[in-house]
């Protein structure tokens, strides 16, 4: 019984991206099997494609990266080591460890956090945090509902970023960057409580 292969219009595969669905559908009456094309899809005149959801993640524009996708764009880790884990987590924030892979643009954003079983209203900062001197790229999000927990070097650690906040700027005291976070969290708690309001 041939087997069907299902690629939309623009699938592309092979070195250089050089095959294409005439090539593919060559491949399928040689080998046994169909292929049937889609068309593009489109959400309000924007094309649902991961091309399309890496440029908007690059803008940070995760809002609408989470519209194409019909839910928000995560991120999976683990806690920094060093900073974020212990044998109690006493503080309420948590740095990602090293993280190779795709990431909105640097900014402050809106969040939940899931660390290992519980979810968490958070803020996070995607960049080198500029205040603190020499840049140093980390991911770092501010638990609004905190409360102490057991952490590991293991424990998982999934960020979902709903809202962008503002650019990540330098600035010129930590206590002006205190003053600026208290801003962001209450952006993010009011936020969240019109979340609750209109479920």
């Not at 595969?13 to 889609?38: C, P, Q, W, Y």
């Not at 690059?58 to 212990?86: D, E, K």
């Not at 795709?102 to 500029?130: A, H, K, Q, W």
């Not at 840049?135 to 770092?140: G, K, R």
Request: net charge positive; hydrophobic share 35%.
């Amino acid at each position: 019984m041939p087997v069907k292969s299902t690629k939309v219009y623009n699938f592309h595969f092979g070195h250089k991206a050089a095959g294409d669905v005439n090539v593919l559908s060559e491949f399928g009456r040689e080998m046994g099997f169909t292929v049937k094309i889609f068309e593009e899809m489109t959400l309000r005149g924007e094309s649902v494609s991961s091309s399309q959801i890496r440029k908007l993640l690059a803008a940070g524009r995760v809002s609408r990266a989470r519209h194409l996708l019909g839910r928000p764009f995560p991120i999976l880790c683990t806690p920094g080591r060093g900073r974020g884990y212990g044998s109690k987590y006493t503080v309420p924030t948590i740095n990602l460890s090293r993280y190779e892979e795709l990431v909105p643009r640097d900014g402050v954003y809106i969040t939940r956090t899931r660390v290992g079983e519980e979810c968490f209203d958070s803020v996070t900062n995607v960049g080198n945090r500029p205040t603190f001197g020499a840049e140093s790229f980390a991911i770092e999000s501010h638990l609004l509902n905190f409360h102490p927990m057991d952490l590991s070097a293991d424990t998982e650690v999934e960020v979902f970023f709903l809202r962008r906040v503002r650019e990540e700027i330098k600035f010129p005291s930590v206590e002006a960057l205190r003053e600026q976070i208290a801003k962001d969290v209450k952006r993010a708690r009011r936020y969240f409580h019109l979340m609750s309001r209109a479920q």
